[in-house]
């Protein structure tokens, strides 16, 4: 698995405890519980370390999606889009990954993911995130 797919294994398993009101350690433990041979131990790694990560650094995610979104709320916006906002701002605030890369992949799985509009909201309002 690349860093790509093991990153959007991160989104679905956020976009699964956002769907279902559950918190990410719930769902990480149910995750590592299913039967599925082809998870390799680096991935499980990435993977836990992303979301253990996601938990601890909520309150400061949240807080950021919420500045910048004009005319929004995190409540009032989708799930695909909150789980790309969670995944991609934890990533832009605690992670050296080159903005372009965070903002191109949450993008791409805006495109994949999301509606019409949810790739250009998605880049508006993580273009108004890294520019400040």
């Known amino acids: 698995m690349s860093r790509r797919k093991a990153r959007e294994e991160v989104f679905k398993l956020v976009f699964e405890s956002q769907i279902k009101s559950e918190n990410i350690d719930e769902v990480l433990n149910n995750y590592l519980k299913r039967d599925d041979k082809t998870k390799k131990n680096d991935e499980i790694e990435f993977i836990t370390k992303y979301l253990s990560e996601i938990e601890k650094n909520n309150e400061d995610i949240l807080s950021k999606i919420n500045e910048n979104m004009i005319g929004w709320s995190f409540d009032r916006i989708g799930y695909v889009e909150r789980s790309i906002f969670i995944y991609s701002i934890y990533e832009l605030i605690t992670k050296e990954i080159p903005q372009e890369i965070v903002i ?5 799985l805006a495109k994949k993911y999301g509606d019409d509009k949810t790739p ?12 400040k």
């Open 120 to 131: 250009d909201f998605i880049n508006g309002v993580l273009a108004k995130i890294v520019n």
């Open 104 to 108: 191109n992949e949450a993008i791409e």
